[in-house]
């Protein structure tokens, strides 16, 4: 008998590859490659569990700890951002901030990047940032092991951030409802207080970064519809760009409180056979 999928929501490690040792580097075509067979192995992996077949999920579980597992998906996402293929997302970030305006001002930022890869991107290279990295499976000293899920809520102000990334992180959160939880669980960590520069520019931020398939080609969600469920989380866009991989997006949290209610579901937006099915869904419901 198949075995019913759990209600509860599941961590962050759910889906990724299992670890295994890395490898040597590889080309730009191999990293590619690599980074293709995980998502379409963790696809099949998580509908293996939600049908409860464990014989299957063992046996693709395998076959990624084949291909070298966690690090070795973790070194082709490292290839991919070496600077000379302009693979450093958090230069898209850079770029829409105004920097020679925060060098020299008086309030230091705090960001927090989830999902780090490397202590040496744009952002922690600028000198602008208090950075604090976490990654479920740390590559370098600089980076706390740490799933963001589990990271224990700020205990005071001084303890939250002014900007944290999500940079291709969210397609890697295995259930649509846990997608739609850790953006919401982004509005524990950020500073309440709005700090607008004469560059209009105001705090806390949100940088968001997905695989434009996840936009572009879903049955489920399109920018518009990301639109929405940010609106309803108290965040405004504030920027985006579209490349040929990837949908970047800046996000601004205009609420002071937590939203009290939100029910975004999923809904056919974008029907077609080749379409893919990412989605996000948030049922919350809490006390005034």
């Given at each position: 008998?198949?075995?019913?999928?759990?209600?509860?929501?599941?961590?962050?490690?759910?889906?990724?590859?299992?670890?295994?040792?890395?490898?040597?580097?590889?080309?730009?075509?191999?990293?590619?490659?690599?980074?293709?067979?995980?998502?379409?192995?963790?696809?099949?992996?998580?509908?293996?569990?939600?049908?409860?077949?464990?014989?299957?999920?063992?046996?693709?579980?395998?076959?990624?700890?084949?291909?070298?597992?966690?690090?070795?998906?973790?070194?082709?996402?490292?290839?991919?951002?070496?600077?000379?293929?302009?693979?450093?997302?958090?230069?898209?970030?850079?770029?829409?901030?105004?920097?020679?305006?925060?060098?020299?001002?008086?309030?230091?930022?705090?960001?927090?990047?989830?999902?780090?890869?490397?202590?040496?991107?744009?952002?922690?290279?600028?000198?602008?940032?208090?950075?604090?990295?976490?990654?479920?499976?740390?590559?370098?000293?600089?980076?706390?092991?740490?799933?963001?899920?589990?990271?224990?809520?700020?205990?005071?102000?001084?303890?939250?951030?002014?900007?944290?990334?999500?940079?291709?992180?969210?397609?890697?959160?295995?259930?649509?409802?846990?997608?739609?939880?850790?953006?919401m669980r982004t509005l524990s960590f950020l500073r309440k207080q709005v700090m607008a520069t004469q560059d209009?520019?105001?705090?806390?931020?949100?940088?968001?970064?997905?695989?434009?398939?996840?936009?572009?080609?879903?049955?489920?969600?399109t920018e518009s519809r990301l639109e929405e469920l940010m609106s309803d989380l108290g965040y405004r866009r504030?920027?985006?760009?579209?490349?040929?991989?990837?949908?970047?997006?800046?996000?601004?949290?205009?609420?002071?409180?937590?939203?009290?209610?939100?029910?975004?579901?999923?809904?056919?937006?974008?029907?077609?056979?080749?379409?893919?099915?990412?989605?996000?869904?948030?049922?919350?419901?809490?006390?005034?």
């Amino acid at each position: 008998m198949v075995a019913k999928k759990k209600a509860s929501l599941q961590s962050l490690k759910a889906g990724r590859p299992p670890t295994a040792k890395s490898g040597r580097s590889m080309s730009r075509k191999a990293s590619r490659t690599l980074i293709n067979t995980h998502h379409q192995l963790e696809k099949r992996r998580r509908q293996a569990t939600a049908m409860g077949d464990g014989q299957a999920e063992a046996a693709i579980a395998a076959e990624i700890a084949s291909l070298g597992g966690l690090d070795h998906y973790q070194q082709a996402s490292l290839q991919g951002q070496r600077l000379d293929r302009g693979g450093d997302t958090s230069k898209v970030l850079l770029e829409w901030l105004p920097t020679k305006k925060l060098a020299t001002g008086r309030q230091r930022l705090r960001m927090l990047e989830v999902g780090a890869l490397s202590t040496r991107n744009a952002c922690s290279r600028s000198g602008l940032f208090d950075m604090v990295r976490i990654d479920l499976n740390s590559q370098e000293k600089g980076i706390v092991e740490q799933d963001f899920m589990e990271r224990p809520l700020p205990s005071s102000d001084a303890d939250k951030f002014d900007v944290i990334s999500l940079s291709l992180v969210l397609n890697f959160v295995p259930e649509a409802e846990s997608r739609g939880q850790m953006l919401m669980r982004t509005l524990s960590f950020l500073r309440k207080q709005v700090m607008a520069t004469q560059d209009q520019v105001p705090f806390p931020l949100l940088f968001l970064v997905l695989p434009r398939s996840c936009l572009s080609n879903s049955r489920y969600m399109t920018e518009s519809r990301l639109e929405e469920l940010m609106s309803d989380l108290g965040y405004r866009r504030s920027q985006t760009k579209m490349t040929q991989k990837l949908a970047y997006s800046l996000w601004r949290n205009t609420q002071l409180l937590t939203p009290t209610e939100i029910a975004f579901t999923k809904r056919e937006v974008n029907p077609g056979r080749a379409r893919n099915n990412f989605v996000i869904t948030l049922h919350h419901r809490g006390d005034r």
